[in-house]
């Protein structure tokens, strides 16, 4: 019996969860609100509440779960959380290796980029979400540091840094590939992305 009562536990916290990603990118994260999101789910506000005590927090739970359940990222007592294929992908640092990620994490974009979307607006706009998304990046930023620090490569000064290129490079992509006219497939964008993370990482 209390098996059953923990599974329709998390089967209602999933519930809401995936409400409020789906009305937040319907009507946006400012115009959601609790009631929304628990009739959405089929619930109430009560068991709302329950479950997250703001919707500032769940759209934390967003941002811990469902985005690095996206990405294979697990717990790290050192960076909040860490993607073990990225810092072995960034430690080999072949430019087989390095496409070869970018391709798996560009197959994610539909899943990731929403949340990512929304978490920016949601930062903007609520007093407790500040740098929501950049603390986030901030721990990818991390793994490749600790690729290259793991290869022995670059200067300490330079790897963090170094990162933060990388990584704000992949973002811009992500956000605007499908609305640009680069005048290259997807394929191609990949290939050049992964040839500017192998100049920047080795």
Same mark, same amino acid.
């Given at each position: 019996?209390?098996?059953?009562?923990?599974?329709?536990?998390?089967?209602?916290?999933?519930?809401?969860?995936?409400?409020?990603?789906?009305?937040?990118?319907?009507?946006?994260?400012?115009?959601?609100?609790?009631?929304?999101?628990?009739?959405?789910?089929?619930?109430?506000?009560?068991?709302?509440?329950?479950?997250?005590?703001?919707?500032?927090?769940?759209?934390?739970?967003?941002?811990?779960?469902?985005?690095? !359940?996206?990405? +294979? &990222?697990?717990?790290?007592?050192?960076?909040?959380?860490?993607? /073990? *294929?990225? @810092? #072995?992908?960034?430690?080999?640092?072949?430019?087989?290796?390095?496409?070869?990620?970018?391709?798996?994490?560009?197959?994610?974009?539909?899943?990731?980029?929403?949340?990512?979307?929304?978490?920016?607006?949601?930062?903007?706009?609520?007093?407790?979400?500040?740098?929501?998304?950049?603390?986030?990046?901030?721990?990818?930023?991390?793994?490749?540091?600790?690729?290259?620090?793991?290869?022995?490569?670059? !200067?300490?000064? +330079? &790897?963090?840094?170094?990162?933060?290129?990388?990584?704000?490079? /992949? *973002?811009? @992509? #992500?956000?605007?590939?499908?609305?640009?006219?680069?005048?290259?497939?997807?394929?191609?964008?990949?290939?050049?992305?992964?040839?500017?993370?192998?100049?920047?990482?080795?």
């Amino acid at each position: 019996m209390a098996n059953l009562r923990e599974a329709q536990k998390r089967m209602t916290r999933r519930l809401l969860l995936d409400s409020g990603l789906e009305l937040f990118k319907a009507k946006g994260y400012a115009a959601t609100t609790v009631d929304d999101i628990a009739t959405a789910a089929g619930t109430t506000r009560v068991t709302f509440y329950a479950y997250f005590p703001s919707r500032s927090e769940l759209m934390k739970a967003l941002m811990d779960e469902q985005l690095n !359940e996206a990405l +294979q &990222r697990v717990r790290s007592p050192e960076h909040g959380s860490t993607a /073990l *294929d990225l @810092v #072995a992908t960034v430690a080999e640092g072949t430019s087989e290796a390095i496409t070869a990620w970018l391709r798996r994490t560009a197959d994610s974009w539909p899943v990731i980029w929403p949340i990512i979307r929304i978490g920016r607006e949601a930062a903007v706009l609520d007093p407790e979400l500040p740098d929501l998304v950049e603390r986030w990046l901030e721990e990818a930023i991390s793994d490749i540091e600790d690729g290259l620090t793991a290869a022995g490569r670059l !200067e300490p000064h +330079q &790897r963090h840094f170094r990162g933060v290129l990388a990584m704000s490079q /992949l *973002d811009y @992509v #992500a956000q605007h590939w499908r609305h640009s006219d680069w005048k290259l497939t997807r394929e191609q964008m990949l290939d050049e992305l992964g040839a500017s993370w192998v100049r920047l990482l080795n």
